[in-house]
């Protein structure tokens, strides 16, 4: 059993488009991340959930919305999209919001627009 | 949040022994120092934590000095598989709710 999973694993899609990335985890944890790899390799935090409600909102642009139905699922929804979103999009979960629990990452949903 | 320094890549042939070094200066009381492994076109994977002096498990070693301003991940005998991107994390260990950006990591490849 895949312990986080996300799809679609790969997106290709044209500017202007609203799409989303779907996550769910199935390791009971209660707290669920979105990361943000570039081209560089920089792995950044872009939101988490804990207990439903949004703990940690970078300064990323508000044409991104994360959505968590419940515990165990953290969409992220895109609007608008631009070149500039590119990237590789990993889920991840943790057990309470200290990142010294470790986290679990899903395989990564990588996003191309063109 | 503590910053963060380690070598951008890193090259070894099989079966050595392999120590990247994390340079965390600023490091606080609370933080403990955490390693992940990426394999290309997969998510991070924990490999190992620490606080202070010597953690082992059946993947790796971590070597953290009395002033705790470092650490060293140690590889032994690498193998071709080991062949990915190394990340070093420093955090709080308080449930604050933050975290951690990950960085560029340090790339090691494994050659025959």
């Known amino acids: 059993d895949t312990a986080v999973s996300q799809t679609p694993k790969y997106l290709v899609t044209q500017m202007g488009n609203d799409k989303s990335i779907k996550c769910e985890q199935n390791?009971?944890?209660?707290?669920m991340y979105w990361y943000k790899q570039d081209s560089k390799k920089f792995l950044k935090i872009m939101f988490s959930?804990?207990?439903?409600?949004?703990?940690i909102n970078e300064t990323v642009p508000n044409r991104f919305s994360p959505k968590s139905p419940d515990k165990a699922h953290l969409n992220l929804h895109i609007n608008s999209l631009e070149l500039g979103d590119s990237a590789v999009y990993f889920c991840?979960?943790?057990?309470?919001?200290?990142?010294?629990?470790?986290?679990?990452f899903g395989s990564g949903t990588r996003l191309t627009v063109v | 949040l503590a910053k963060t320094t380690q070598p951008i890549s890193m090259d070894s042939y099989e079966g050595q022994e392999v120590n990247i070094t994390c340079s965390h200066n600023?490091?606080?009381?609370?933080?403990?120092i955490t390693w992940y492994q990426q394999f290309p076109s997969q998510g991070p994977r924990f490999i190992i934590q620490?606080?202070?002096t010597k953690v082992t498990n059946e993947v790796a070693s971590l070597f953290i000095p009395a002033d705790r301003k470092s650490s060293t991940l140690s590889l032994p005998r690498v193998s071709l598989s080991d062949t990915a991107v190394y990340y070093c994390?420093?955090?709080?260990?308080?449930?604050?709710?933050?975290?951690?950006?990950f960085g560029k990591g340090t790339s090691l490849l494994v050659t025959p």
């Open positions: 991840a979960s943790s057990q309470g919001g200290n990142p010294n629990y470790g986290y679990t």
């Open positions: 390791l009971g944890h209660d707290t």
């Open positions: 959930y804990n207990n439903k409600e949004l703990i």
């Open positions: 600023n490091i606080a009381t609370n933080d403990y």
């Open positions: 620490g606080y202070k």
């Open positions: 994390l420093v955090g709080d260990g308080s449930n604050s709710g933050y975290a951690l950006n």
